[in-house]
């Protein structure tokens, strides 16, 4: 079993800043994709960006030259460094991960975390 673990969420201006962290533990081999998603009120869920183990990472246009991916193999930690905030940027930031364990792949979703940017 797999648990993830955000944190740094909260309020803050626009154009302002935050940092995201989520940590992975339990039954981990390895963890190939790092992902962060967001969903905002009544709308879906979606990709903000991803990182693979080597560091190769991807974003989604609304956040490209704002946001910045990272991750800490060692610690199976992945980050998000959020810049020039925007009150569109509001809402519920999830950590997701592609964890391999004993030949099997589990698909792993933290708990969430608030993202509030004020105008």
């Known amino acids: 079993q797999v648990q993830l673990v955000e944190s740094g969420g909260g309020l803050v201006q626009a154009g302002g800043s935050l940092r995201l962290s989520c940590a992975a533990s339990?039954?981990?081999?390895?963890?190939?994709?790092m992902n962060w998603f967001r969903q905002a009120p009544g709308k879906q869920r979606e990709l903000v960006a991803g990182?693979?183990?080597?560091?190769?990472?991807n974003y989604a246009d609304s956040v490209k030259g704002r946001f910045t991916i990272s991750r800490d193999n060692d610690k199976n930690t992945v980050y998000l460094q959020m810049n020039s905030l925007k009150p569109e940027d509001t809402a519920v930031y999830y950590c997701?991960?592609?964890?391999?364990?004993?030949?099997?792949?589990?698909?792993?979703w933290g708990q969430g975390t608030q993202v509030t940017v004020s105008s």
């Open positions: 339990g039954s981990i081999s390895s963890i190939n994709t």
């Open positions: 990182i693979i183990s080597g560091g190769s990472s």
């Open positions: 997701n991960a592609v964890v391999r364990h004993l030949g099997n792949s589990f698909n792993s």
